[in-house]
């Protein structure tokens, strides 16, 4: 146990490490795929297949990534579910609604690959709090279109801006 708390000091250590040039690059990122800003309706649906429900609940702290798309909504379902047979856990598809209007940057579909490659070490944990981090400095309550999908959502405080409104079991299968 105590490596890997020393291996989360670690990496908090280097993305503070890398903070300015991470927030330069993200800056970079959105500004080559126009600078864009777009309104969410209070109302507006989004989805989620993962581990949150009621074993892990939203976390501000660790954001939410979604789909905006009513046609992609189960696109990660199938990972999700083996990801939660790997671990043990249970999975789920949630519907959400935003509660109140949100500001979020629009990244164009930009892949944050060579981003995460460069200055997350090469992981995904990383980078989505590095992006975390980045909307919230920025001021915005989210990001829309990043990592090549038009449909990819970022809620920075899914805790305070979304409301469940479905939920589906996806592992372990209902009987």
Same mark, same amino acid.
């Given at each position: 146990?105590?490596?890997?708390?020393l291996l989360r000091l670690a990496r908090t250590q280097l993305l503070r490490l890398q903070w300015p040039p991470a927030t330069v690059a993200i800056d970079v990122i959105w500004s080559?795929?126009?600078?864009g800003v777009i309104r969410l309706p209070k109302g507006t649906s989004l989805w989620h297949a993962g581990l949150v429900g009621p074993q892990q609940p939203l976390n501000d702290e660790r954001?939410?990534?979604?789909?905006?798309?009513?046609?992609?909504?189960?696109n990660y379902s199938e990972c999700a579910g083996q990801?939660? $047979?790997?671990?043990? %856990?249970?999975?789920f598809? !949630?519907?959400f609604q935003t509660v109140r209007e949100l500001r979020l940057a629009d990244f164009g579909k930009a892949s944050m690959g060579n981003f995460t490659e460069k200055f997350c070490n090469a992981e995904h944990d990383l980078?989505? $709090?590095?992006?975390? %981090?980045?909307?919230?400095? !920025?001021?915005f309550d989210g990001?829309?279109?990043i990592n090549g999908g038009a449909d990819e959502v970022v809620i920075s405080r899914p805790v305070?801006?979304?409301e469940q409104i479905a939920e589906e079991q996806l592992w372990p299968t209902p009987m």
């Open positions: 146990m105590r490596s890997q708390g080559e795929n126009g600078s954001g939410l990534w979604l789909t905006n798309e009513s046609s992609l909504r189960h990801y939660a $047979r790997q671990i043990g %856990a249970a999975a598809l !949630r519907e980078m989505k $709090r590095a992006v975390l %981090a980045w909307i919230r400095r !920025r001021g990001i829309v279109s305070a801006d979304l």
